[in-house]
């Protein structure tokens, strides 16, 4: 189970209706006809939910989403959970040494940018 912060990406593609004319289904095709029907949140919030106690313990977890509605031949959903580079407040973790090593890329990255406009 992921434990981390999470983002969670839905793409979800529907298939043209069948009344639409060729011109109009290859332009959906090509995404530049938008879906309407379903809100995009309530898309997010579906798939974050079945996922929920599979993928992550809870869907707290997710601290960042993206949802897109497309038109494809292919009718499906793809869902990418991504863990994120940080922590919650609360997990077990060595405060102290996270904070150390990221000044001391701060530093370095300060240091670097010095160096370059020699």
Do not use: C, H
């Not at 939910?49 to 960042?64: G, L």
């Not at 009718?75 to 940080?86: L, Y």
């Amino acid at each position: 189970m992921l434990m981390r912060p999470l983002r969670l990406d839905v793409i979800a593609y529907f298939k043209p209706p069948k009344r639409v004319n060729n011109t109009m289904r290859q332009l959906m095709l090509r995404n530049k006809i938008a879906v309407l029907g379903i809100d995009w949140d309530n898309l997010g919030k579906l798939y974050s939910d079945a996922i929920n106690e599979k993928v992550y313990p809870d869907d707290k977890r997710i601290t960042t989403g993206y949802v897109d509605k497309r038109w494809s031949e292919i009718p499906r959903v793809e869902i990418t959970v991504t863990e994120r580079d940080m922590y919650f407040q609360n997990d077990d973790f060595d405060k102290e040494a996270l904070l150390k090593s990221l000044i001391q890329q701060e530093q370095e990255e300060e240091g670097f940018k010095q160096l370059s406009f020699i």
